[in-house]
T-cell receptor, first 110, second 115 residues
Framework: GIQVEQSPPDLILQEGANSTLRCNFS?????LQWFHQNPWGQLINLFY???GTKQNGRLSATTVATERYSLLYISSSQTTDSGVYFC????????????FGTGTRLKVLA | NAGVMQNPRHLVRRRGQEARLRCSPM?????VYWYRQLPEEGLKFMVY????????ESGMPKERFSAEFPKEGPSILRIQQVVRGDSAAYFC?????????????FGDGTRLSIL
């Protein structure tokens, strides 16, 4: 089945720094979502981005479906950005079954 | 808030008891998906339901686990005779249609702890 790999697995930033998180997938996908799981365990949808680029405040995401990767950019990071970032995608053959990556654990220091 | 509602947020059970987790999808959504997140891991698909139908339960353990989505009321994930290994966060998601060309909207999850 499809493999979804995220890098880096762990990231520590100083407040105000920028970062790029990467999501690689081994097979063609119909869509892709980025999530932030906050320290309380809530899963917050950041982007639905099957292709192209989207921006929402300090966050932006780019998916290049033909090359099977997606990037999440966090600019001017804040302590509230801490948590785990997941990408998830359903393979073309599996339609609705989201396959989640193992996540990037981000800690932003004040 | 018209989002996906899950309850309870936290559930504690002793080994051998039953756990019932509820999920009310977003308004207008008739497709529900359950995922399980073990500690320090990503979410894994368990089951996909439409109203009154189980479409795909390939990710569900064969024993002790069952799911339903009745015509009226929330979707229920039921775990019988719970064991310590069932301790996890259980997330429900919903979508208006059962295709991949749309986002799935996730609830806040139910954290199940087994004593």
């Amino acid at each position: 089945g499809i493999q979804v790999e995220q890098s880096p697995p762990d990231l520590i930033l100083q407040e105000g720094a920028n970062s790029t998180l990467r999501c690689n997938f081994s097979d063609s996908v119909n869509n892709l979502q980025w999530f932030h799981q906050n320290p309380w365990g809530q899963l917050i949808n950041l982007f639905y981005i099957p292709s192209g680029t989207k921006q929402n405040g300090r966050l932006s995401a780019t998916t290049v479906a033909t090359e099977r990767y997606s990037l999440l950019y966090i600019s001017s990071s804040q302590t509230t950005d801490s948590g785990v970032y997941f990408c998830a995608a359903p393979p073309v053959s599996g339609t609705y079954k989201y396959i989640f990556g193992t996540g990037t654990r981000l800690k932003v220091l004040a | 808030n018209a989002g996906v509602m899950q309850n309870p947020r936290h559930l504690v059970r002793r080994r051998g008891q039953e756990a019932r987790l509820r999920c009310s999808p977003m308004k207008g959504h008739s497709h529900v998906y359950w995922y399980r997140q073990l500690p320090e891991e990503g979410l894994k698909f368990m089951v996909y339901l439409q109203k009154e139908n189980i479409i795909d339960e390939s990710g569900m353990p064969k024993e002790r686990f069952s799911a339903e989505f009745p015509k009226e009321g929330p979707s229920i994930l039921r775990i019988q005779q719970v064991v310590r290994g069932d301790s996890a966060a259980y997330f429900c998601a919903s979508s208006p249609f059962g295709t991949a060309n749309q986002p799935q909207h996730f609830g806040d999850g139910t954290r199940l702890s087994i004593l």
